[in-house]
């Protein structure tokens, strides 16, 4: 007899805290019984009553070609048939880092001129970071010749690591060997992996729970990092006119998408930069979502001010669906970890063969085409949510970076963690149940982005096109408490 989701919930929750391996997987904020999938293909899932679903979590963003896509597969059959894992390098790791670094760019001023774009230019982009670092404590090597290290081509060296959390958590641990300071700048509703010292006023599950943070992170630790609002370069210079001397850097989603979608004001990231750079703080730009997703160079080749991150995060897409994330930078700066430096940080599974097989893969597919039908099916999608709402008389607003987008239950467009806190989030829940009931699945929190793949086709669309009326009107009715 074939278990329902129900069952194997109950199962679970015997074996594993909440019976699930990760919060918001449990389906609490949204009052609904979990699903539990047992397969996937192209844009669908189904789960354990065999009931197939169109999908619009993606895995929390790495299915961006679809689910299971045949190459990617294959690829990872391949190396599984040659190993495990090693324990040592592979040539694979090198080719991903190699391909990391060639798409994390971003046209020169006169290729944007040429294009009809505006150059933008932060200041930042005329004050080398490298110059930002070069009175640190720790004396930094030279920058490799014939290569520029700042602007265009920010990322030089990659170290590939297992989680987000993980490449954010040595970028942290980087920045401060590198300045030989203790603070750092984050922002509210910014979800940068469960390291202690980012788990204060945080997106993603976070938010979804109503945390103020988490139990069991030592007092300390929580004060080496300060809080602010996002998308107010005031309070940014604010805190750094009062500690600038002791911050080691700002940490910020590139675009932020872990409470909702809240794209950043226009030059806000350019700000971050100047500000800490003059300060001598580095700027840590954190894509482990929105890197090669909303584009081929992630936020950081569409942002419409240039600006020059000194770190870049990523994770998610560049796994290929696998564990695998990965930090960059500049040489001068990456070659302070180990074993060239002294910033230390190792992994048994980092660049695990089979993780760096589907990530190499998953990035090679990731062409102009890909990317077209990506955004092409994402704004079918979000236009149809908007307008189902819209003719329910439900308030919201749909707010978009690139291909992610978001639905706020809200009159204006939400800029910062309070204002996103303060919309009707009581109207999610029986939206996203009439949507499940209906054959689609999306992200079990308000607080999370929609995430729409290159195998979302015209069927796969129109599914989900017909099903938001019906959602849209369970919205509409909707009381809180």
Same mark, same amino acid.
């Given at each position: 007899?074939?278990?329902?989701?129900?069952? %194997?919930?109950?199962?679970?929750?015997?074996?594993?805290?909440?019976?699930?391996?990760?919060?918001?997987?449990?389906?609490?904020?949204?009052?609904?019984?979990?699903?539990?999938?047992?397969?996937?293909?192209?844009?669908?899932?189904?789960?354990?009553? *065999?009931?197939?679903?169109?999908?619009?979590?993606?895995?929390? *963003?790495?299915?961006?070609?679809?689910?299971?896509?045949?190459?990617?597969?294959?690829?990872?059959?391949?190396?599984?048939?040659?190993?495990? *894992?090693?324990?040592? #390098?592979?040539?694979?790791?090198?080719?991903?880092?190699?391909?990391?670094?060639?798409?994390?760019?971003?046209?020169?001023?006169?290729?944007?001129? #040429?294009?009809?774009?505006?150059?933008?230019?932060?200041?930042?982009?005329?004050?080398?970071?490298?110059?930002?670092?070069?009175?640190?404590?720790?004396?930094?090597? %030279?920058?490799?010749?014939?290569?520029?290290?700042?602007?265009?081509?920010?990322?030089? =060296?990659?170290?590939?690591?297992?989680?987000?959390?993980?490449?954010?958590?040595?970028?942290?641990?980087?920045? =401060?060997?590198?300045?030989?300071?203790?603070?750092?700048?984050?922002?509210?509703?910014?979800?940068? *992996?469960?390291?202690?010292?980012?788990?204060?006023?945080?997106?993603?599950?976070?938010?979804?729970?109503?945390?103020?943070? &988490?139990?069991?992170?030592?007092?300390?630790?929580?004060?080496?990092?300060?809080?602010?609002?996002?998308?107010?370069?005031?309070?940014?210079?604010?805190?750094?006119?009062?500690?600038?001397?002791?911050?080691?850097?700002?940490?910020?989603?590139?675009?932020?998408?872990?409470?909702?979608?809240?794209?950043?004001?226009?030059?806000?990231?350019?700000?971050?930069?100047?500000?800490?750079?003059?300060? +001598?703080? $580095?700027?840590?730009?954190?894509?482990?979502?929105?890197?090669?997703?909303?584009?081929?160079?992630?936020?950081?080749?569409?942002?419409?001010?240039?600006? &020059?991150?000194?770190?870049?995060?990523? +994770?998610?897409?560049?796994?290929?669906?696998?564990?695998?994330?990965?930090?960059?930078?500049?040489?001068?700066?990456?070659?302070?970890?180990?074993?060239?430096?002294?910033?230390?940080?190792?992994?048994?599974?980092?660049?695990?063969?089979?993780?760096?097989?589907?990530?190499?893969?998953? $990035?090679?597919?990731?062409?102009?085409?890909?990317?077209?039908?990506?955004?092409?099916?994402?704004?079918?999608?979000?236009?149809?949510?908007?307008?189902? $709402?819209?003719?329910?008389?439900?308030?919201?607003?749909?707010? =978009? #970076?690139?291909?992610?987008?978001?639905?706020?239950?809200?009159?204006?467009?939400?800029?910062?963690?309070?204002?996103?806190?303060?919309?009707?989030?009581?109207?999610?829940?029986?939206?996203?149940?009439?949507?499940?009931?209906?054959?689609?699945?999306?992200?079990?929190?308000?607080?999370?982005?929609?995430?729409? #793949?290159?195998?979302?086709?015209?069927?796969?669309?129109?599914?989900?096109?017909?099903?938001?009326?019906?959602?849209?009107?369970?919205?509409?009715?909707?009381?809180?408490?």
């Amino acid at each position: 007899m074939t278990a329902t989701n129900a069952q %194997e919930f109950a199962r679970a929750q015997g074996a594993m805290p909440g019976g699930v391996s990760s919060p918001v997987r449990a389906f609490g904020s949204v009052h609904e019984t979990p699903r539990f999938f047992v397969s996937a293909s192209g844009p669908y899932v189904t789960d354990v009553e *065999g009931r197939e679903y169109v999908d619009l979590v993606g895995s929390w *963003g790495p299915a961006i070609l679809g689910h299971a896509h045949p190459a990617v597969v294959k690829a990872v059959q391949d190396a599984a048939a040659r190993g495990l *894992g090693f324990g040592a #390098s592979t040539p694979g790791e090198t080719e991903l880092a190699e391909l990391i670094a060639a798409r994390v760019v971003r046209p020169s001023a006169v290729e944007r001129a #040429s294009a009809g774009e505006r150059d933008e230019t932060s200041r930042t982009d005329e004050n080398p970071q490298l110059q930002s670092v070069s009175s640190r404590l720790i004396a930094l090597p %030279e920058p490799v010749e014939g290569r520029s290290t700042t602007g265009t081509h920010p990322v030089e =060296r990659v170290r590939l690591v297992s989680t987000g959390t993980e490449a954010t958590m040595t970028a942290i641990r980087l920045a =401060r060997g590198a300045t030989g300071r203790d603070l750092v700048v984050k922002f509210a509703g910014h979800y940068h *992996g469960h390291s202690d010292g980012l788990l204060a006023e945080a997106g993603s599950g976070v938010a979804t729970l109503a945390m103020p943070g &988490s139990a069991g992170v030592p007092a300390a630790i929580a004060a080496q990092t300060l809080v602010i609002p996002y998308n107010d370069v005031d309070a940014v210079r604010e805190v750094f006119s009062a500690r600038g001397h002791q911050i080691a850097a700002i940490i910020v989603e590139a675009a932020p998408a872990n409470m909702g979608i809240v794209p950043p004001a226009h030059g806000f990231n350019a700000a971050l930069a100047d500000i800490a750079h003059e300060h +001598g703080a $580095l700027l840590i730009l954190d894509e482990v979502l929105t890197g090669f997703r909303v584009g081929a160079a992630g936020w950081y080749g569409i942002d419409p001010v240039p600006f &020059s991150p000194d770190l870049i995060t990523f +994770g998610k897409v560049v796994g290929g669906g696998l564990p695998l994330a990965a930090l960059g930078g500049p040489a001068a700066l990456m070659e302070l970890l180990a074993p060239l430096g002294p910033v230390y940080q190792a992994g048994t599974l980092s660049g695990n063969p089979l993780a760096v097989a589907a990530g190499r893969t998953t $990035l090679d597919h990731l062409d102009a085409d890909a990317y077209a039908r990506i955004d092409a099916a994402a704004t079918t999608i979000a236009d149809a949510a908007a307008s189902a $709402l819209a003719d329910a008389g439900v308030t919201h607003v749909l707010q =978009r #970076s690139g291909n992610l987008f978001s639905i706020q239950f809200a009159a204006e467009p939400p800029v910062d963690y309070d204002t996103v806190r303060a919309q009707e989030a009581f109207r999610y829940p029986p939206f996203f149940r009439a949507m499940l009931e209906q054959g689609v699945s999306l992200p079990p929190s308000v607080f999370e982005a929609w995430f729409v #793949s290159a195998a979302h086709d015209d069927a796969a669309v129109g599914r989900i096109v017909e099903a938001l009326p019906a959602a849209a009107r369970a919205a509409a009715e909707a009381r809180p408490g």
